[in-house]
């Protein structure tokens, strides 16, 4: 992917109004190529750490602990199921699986790293998805500053539908 | 923990289940949470055995992160039939 933004670069693609779109694109890989590369880049992210109030105080937290960096999509996510899995283990009382994942499915999911969400009958833990764009060297104010917000799908819409997916938990 | 998942997950995953425990103390005072982590070196031979070691020996209940698919789905595998160990992978 690194390589495929790289050379879209090289070769003028965002300059000639094309645009790309790395859907699992995550921070940790805009850091490296650089808003010079990456700028114009169209990416699909549940978390980005400059979203809201509480995404920047999480993020804050974890930079207090990792030298600066922000959160990952994948990092935020460990916080959120860990603490989700957490608070099931407190309303059953138990740490037993089978409980503790039907109180997973009941609980509705939020804290600061994931905002809003919910676990479903399948497992799949959903939540809002956005569309961002990665901001030119003169539109960032910052070094993490990466990403501008341009759309919101909510999480109802932003999955493959239960019914489509063939879990045998749902059957 | 290295390579090419370290970025994204790696050590900043570690520092997010403390922060997740930290939190949790507000509302399950007095439980002890331990957070432990281990390299799984993208491998789905290395990821199920630190998981059957850990639900063994260390009497772990939630397994959390586990980057890499085929390493995820492995660790999947080695704790479906632990009635007290749960997986979850991003």
């Known amino acids: ?171 | 923990m290295n390579a090419g998942n370290a970025d994204a997950t790696g050590q900043g995953s570690v520092v997010d289940a403390q922060l997740a425990a930290e939190d949790a103390a507000a509302f399950l005072p007095g439980v002890k949470i331990e957070v432990i982590s281990a390299d799984h070196q993208n491998s789905p031979d290395i990821a199920p055995a630190i998981a059957r070691e850990w639900r063994t020996n260390k009497a772990v209940n939630v397994v959390a992160d586990v980057p890499f698919s085929s390493a995820g789905l492995a660790v999947s595998q080695a704790v479906r039939d632990a009635p007290r160990t749960m997986p979850r992978s991003t």
Not at chain 1, 84 to 95: M, R
Not at chain 1, 129 to 146: G, Y
Request: net charge positive.
């Open chain 1, 1 to 171: 992917m690194i390589n495929l933004v790289k050379q879209a670069h090289e070769f003028g693609l965002v300059r000639g109004s094309q645009r790309v779109a790395a859907p699992l694109t995550l921070i940790a890989d805009v850091q490296p190529l650089g808003l010079q590369t990456a700028q114009g880049l169209y990416l699909a992210l549940p978390f980005y750490w400059d979203l809201n109030d509480r995404s920047r105080a999480f993020s804050a937290r974890f930079a207090a602990r990792m030298r600066g960096r922000k959160p990952t999509m994948p990092q935020a996510g460990v916080c959120s199921g860990v603490l989700h899995y957490l608070k099931a283990v407190k309303d059953t009382g138990s740490v037993d699986a089978a409980p503790v994942m039907a109180a997973m499915q009941r609980i509705p999911a939020d804290d600061d790293a994931m905002g809003a969400g919910a676990v479903r009958k399948d497992g799949r833990a959903i939540h809002d998805f956005h569309l961002f764009q990665v901001k030119s060297p003169s539109e960032s104010k910052s070094l993490w500053d990466n990403y501008k917000l341009i759309s919101t799908v909510p999480a109802a819409e932003a999955f493959r539908p239960m019914a489509g997916g063939g879990c045998p938990l749902v059957r």
